[in-house]
């Protein structure tokens, strides 16, 4: 979101104190909280930019009076179109006003006395039991692993508290973690004599790692499951209010019951009701926010001394350089460059040095990281001016440098220190790449002194503790049939075979003794046509490499291509084991990049009966 400043810069800080959430929008706008003169940048609540689209807020503004003038439908009328659009059945769905109203009912009827959850994670499931007096046993996740949930020594730590209820955030939050489908599932099977499980996928639909990592289809079918889901954060509309649960009937009927019947607003049916019109951009959403997410957390690792934790939710997870006070960088950079950020100071089982910030567009981004090179070193020398799919030439010439590259390195003295925390390891301790998820390694790539982003090499004490490379991209190309293979690579074979044999040039070879066994040199002159289209060029000459082995034999007959072609030794596991798949696009979307979502129905299906 953007904030337009509407009066005079306020004091932003104490909106801050006091709450375990950040201040709202309105908040900030009734106090005047102002950017140095900028329009705030959200980078503190995670919801999806990319959606609604403008057509969809044009249609809500046309309905605007009907939508608050009149009654919504009863709770039961959304839920049904929600369920069809999602290919649930909607016995199995209750749809609460927000995900925290239908965490506020599973507490009061399904928790009775104590509940388990991995820390730090969303704060409604450690506060809300304890406003009850229930209860809460913490799972400290392990900083040095990079924040990630270890399931078996989570079970037994569940079994070692005694607790009734288990909750698990998947992707978590504020890290973004992610466990696997079956790994869920392996859990869900340990803890099967529990009284309740709780699996909060709502931030899920960000996830990339799995086509169907959601454990929807399980939930409905045993006894003592909920997945929970929330839709503000999917489709960015955090002011409607709406998240829903699935579960087995029986356990599903137990929350829906006591819901009121009008507790969805109007906003939210006319929202559901617009879904399967925007199926497409809904996914094209998905897949942007995926694509700024893996470079955002590239550029955000080019910062020394900060380290990135992978994430697959919709926001990545840092942790400051030493010394500095999240509260302190988090004031600065909405005095001086107008950006708000999640410090993490107020969520159990982290600290202020940590920071969750949500994904956004590239010039969002590039306000963000000049904002925290400056606030953190005093200079934007290490704020990433293009991307790492925009890097500059390999021999730029002297006038393409920034000015940037010629600056003065940071210097952390001006930063206020922060108290010494409690040391949990010790820095030999600290993991060297393993175990974190694919993508990323712990040295090299973006942010090391590389001129991907044209920078110089930082100082080796401020070097990141923690650095993500981009992601392996797919290539942009389809191999070709196995047939079609084979007779390109035979025809190939058999024309430079030709070649070699028509231009071998004897050298003229010494007659000394010690010279004897030298072997004589050959040059390959001007390649064929046919070698120039796969890739080669015409001009390129091999020069003085010495042939061993037995020299061919000049005078026997040249075979036919036929012979040839029955010359050449294939394996034919080898080969295939080299050739890709083509797939095709399915302009459906059934293809199994979007079949991530709640089966047995691809998400957001298209309805031809709507125009």
Same mark, same amino acid.
Not at 23 to 31: E, K, M, T
Not at 160 to 172: D, Q
Not at 359 to 388: E, H, I, K
Not at 402 to 413: A, E, K, M, N, R
């Given at each position: 979101? $953007?904030?337009?400043?509407?009066?005079?810069?306020?004091? &932003?800080?104490?909106?801050?104190?006091?709450?375990?959430?950040?201040?709202?929008?309105?908040?900030? !706008?009734?106090?005047?909280?102002?950017?140095?003169?900028?329009?705030?940048?959200?980078?503190?609540?995670?919801?999806?930019?990319?959606?609604?689209?403008?057509?969809?807020? &044009? #249609?809500?503004?046309?309905? =605007?009076?009907?939508?608050?003038?009149?009654?919504?439908?009863?709770?039961?009328?959304?839920? &049904?179109?929600?369920?069809? #659009?999602?290919?649930?059945?909607?016995?199995?769905?209750?749809?609460? !006003?927000?995900?925290? %109203?239908?965490?506020?009912?599973?507490?009061?009827?399904?928790?009775?006395?104590?509940?388990?959850?991995?820390?730090?994670?969303?704060?409604?499931?450690?506060?809300?039991?304890?406003?009850?007096?229930?209860?809460?046993?913490?799972?400290?996740?392990?900083?040095?692993?990079?924040?990630?949930?270890?399931?078996?020594?989570?079970?037994? +730590?569940?079994?070692?508290?005694?607790?009734?209820?288990?909750?698990?955030?998947?992707?978590?939050?504020?890290?973004?973690?992610?466990?696997?489908?079956?790994?869920?599932?392996?859990?869900?099977?340990?803890?099967?004599?529990?009284? @309740?499980?709780?699996?909060?996928?709502?931030?899920?639909?960000?996830?990339?790692?799995?086509?169907?990592?959601?454990?929807?289809?399980?939930?409905?079918? *045993?006894?003592?499951?909920?997945?929970?889901?929330?839709?503000?954060?999917?489709?960015?509309?955090?002011?409607?209010? +709406?998240?829903?649960?699935?579960?087995?009937?029986?356990?599903?009927?137990?929350?829906?019951?006591?819901?009121?019947?009008?507790?969805?607003?109007?906003? &939210?049916?006319?929202?559901?009701?617009?879904?399967?019109?925007?199926?497409?951009?809904?996914?094209?959403?998905?897949?942007?926010?995926? =694509?700024?997410?893996?470079?955002?957390?590239?550029? @955000?690792?080019?910062?020394?001394?900060?380290?990135?934790?992978?994430?697959?939710?919709?926001?990545?997870?840092?942790?400051?350089?030493?010394?500095?006070?999240?509260?302190?960088?988090?004031?600065?950079?909405?005095?001086?460059?107008?950006?708000?950020?999640?410090?993490?100071?107020?969520?159990?089982?982290?600290?202020?040095?940590?920071?969750?910030?949500?994904? *956004?567009?590239?010039?969002?981004?590039?306000?963000?990281? $000049?904002?925290?090179?400056?606030?953190?070193?005093?200079?934007?020398?290490?704020?990433?001016?293009?991307?790492?799919?925009?890097?500059?030439?390999?021999?730029?010439?002297?006038?393409?440098?920034?000015?940037?590259? /010629?600056?003065?390195?940071?210097?952390?003295?001006?930063?206020?220190?922060?108290?010494?925390?409690?040391?949990? /390891?010790?820095?030999?301790?600290?993991?060297?790449?393993?175990?974190?998820?694919?993508?990323?390694?712990?040295?090299?790539?973006?942010?090391?002194?590389?001129?991907?982003?044209?920078?110089?090499?930082?100082?080796?004490?401020?070097?990141?503790?923690?650095?993500?490379?981009?992601?392996?991209?797919?290539?942009?190309?389809?191999?070709?049939?196995?047939?079609?293979?084979?007779?390109?690579?035979?025809?190939?074979?058999?024309? @430079?075979?030709?070649?070699?044999?028509?231009?071998?040039?004897?050298?003229?070879?010494?007659?000394?003794?010690?010279?004897?066994?030298?072997?004589?040199?050959?040059?390959?002159?001007?390649?064929?046509?046919? /070698?120039?289209?796969?890739?080669?060029?015409?001009?390129?000459?091999?020069?003085?490499?010495?042939?061993?082995?037995?020299?061919?034999?000049?005078?026997?007959?040249?075979?036919?291509?036929?012979?040839?072609?029955?010359?050449?030794?294939?394996?034919?596991? %080898?080969?295939?084991?080299?050739?890709?798949?083509?797939?095709?696009?399915?302009?459906?979307?059934?293809?199994?990049?979007?079949?991530?979502?709640?089966?047995?129905?691809?998400?957001?299906?298209?309805?031809?009966?709507?125009?």
């Amino acid at each position: 979101m $953007t904030v337009a400043a509407v009066g005079p810069t306020g004091d &932003a800080t104490e909106l801050f104190r006091g709450t375990a959430h950040s201040p709202s929008y309105f908040a900030l !706008n009734r106090a005047g909280v102002m950017g140095g003169g900028q329009e705030l940048v959200d980078f503190c609540i995670p919801c999806n930019p990319y959606f609604p689209t403008p057509a969809m807020f &044009a #249609v809500m503004a046309v309905r =605007l009076r009907d939508i608050l003038t009149y009654y919504p439908s009863p709770a039961d009328t959304i839920t &049904a179109e929600l369920a069809d #659009v999602l290919g649930l059945q909607p016995q199995t769905m209750a749809m609460g !006003n927000g995900s925290t %109203e239908l965490i506020t009912w599973i507490d009061h009827l399904l928790v009775k006395e104590s509940l388990a959850v991995p820390i730090p994670t969303f704060g409604r499931w450690t506060d809300q039991p304890m406003e009850t007096g229930k209860r809460v046993d913490m799972f400290q996740l392990p900083e040095m692993n990079g924040f990630a949930l270890d399931p078996s020594a989570f079970v037994s +730590f569940v079994r070692s508290r005694g607790s009734r209820v288990a909750v698990i955030c998947n992707p978590n939050n504020p890290d973004g973690g992610l466990l696997s489908r079956q790994a869920v599932i392996g859990m869900m099977d340990a803890l099967a004599d529990l009284d @309740l499980i709780v699996i909060d996928e709502s931030f899920l639909e960000f996830a990339d790692t799995e086509a169907y990592p959601s454990v929807v289809d399980e939930a409905v079918l *045993r006894p003592n499951v909920i997945v929970l889901r929330s839709l503000g954060k999917n489709f960015g509309l955090h002011g409607v209010r +709406f998240g829903y649960l699935v579960a087995n009937p029986a356990l599903a009927v137990q929350i829906r019951s006591r819901l009121p019947k009008w507790n969805l607003n109007s906003f &939210a049916e006319v929202i559901v009701f617009m879904l399967k019109r925007y199926r497409q951009e809904y996914m094209d959403s998905l897949r942007m926010i995926s =694509l700024d997410r893996q470079q955002m957390i590239t550029q @955000l690792a080019g910062l020394p001394g900060v380290t990135v934790y992978p994430s697959q939710g919709n926001f990545v997870f840092v942790k400051l350089p030493a010394g500095l006070e999240g509260t302190w960088v988090r004031d600065q950079l909405l005095a001086q460059h107008g950006v708000l950020v999640r410090e993490c100071g107020n969520k159990l089982g982290s600290s202020s040095q940590f920071m969750r910030l949500v994904v *956004r567009s590239q010039p969002d981004v590039q306000r963000l990281l $000049t904002g925290l090179s400056t606030v953190m070193y005093g200079t934007s020398f290490y704020a990433p001016q293009v991307g790492w799919e925009q890097q500059l030439p390999l021999n730029p010439a002297p006038q393409q440098h920034f000015d940037y590259l /010629y600056q003065q390195t940071p210097q952390l003295s001006a930063a206020p220190m922060a108290p010494e925390p409690q040391q949990m /390891y010790t820095p030999a301790a600290l993991p060297m790449g393993g175990g974190t998820a694919p993508g990323y390694a712990q040295a090299g790539g973006y942010g090391t002194g590389m001129t991907g982003f044209g920078q110089q090499q930082p100082m080796a004490e401020l070097s990141p503790a923690y650095v993500a490379t981009p992601p392996v991209q797919t290539a942009q190309y389809q191999a070709p049939p196995m047939q079609s293979a084979r007779s390109q690579l035979a025809l190939l074979q058999a024309q @430079l075979q030709a070649e070699q044999q028509a231009q071998i040039t004897q050298q003229p070879q010494p007659q000394s003794a010690a010279q004897t066994s030298v072997m004589p040199m050959v040059q390959s002159r001007a390649p064929s046509a046919a /070698y120039a289209t796969q890739g080669g060029r015409e001009d390129t000459t091999i020069d003085q490499i010495p042939v061993y082995g037995q020299q061919p034999d000049t005078t026997a007959a040249e075979p036919s291509p036929v012979e040839r072609t029955q010359a050449i030794d294939y394996d034919p596991a %080898e080969l295939r084991a080299t050739v890709r798949p083509v797939v095709d696009d399915d302009p459906d979307g059934l293809t199994p990049a979007l079949q991530r979502y709640p089966r047995p129905a691809a998400y957001l299906r298209t309805d031809d009966t709507l125009t």
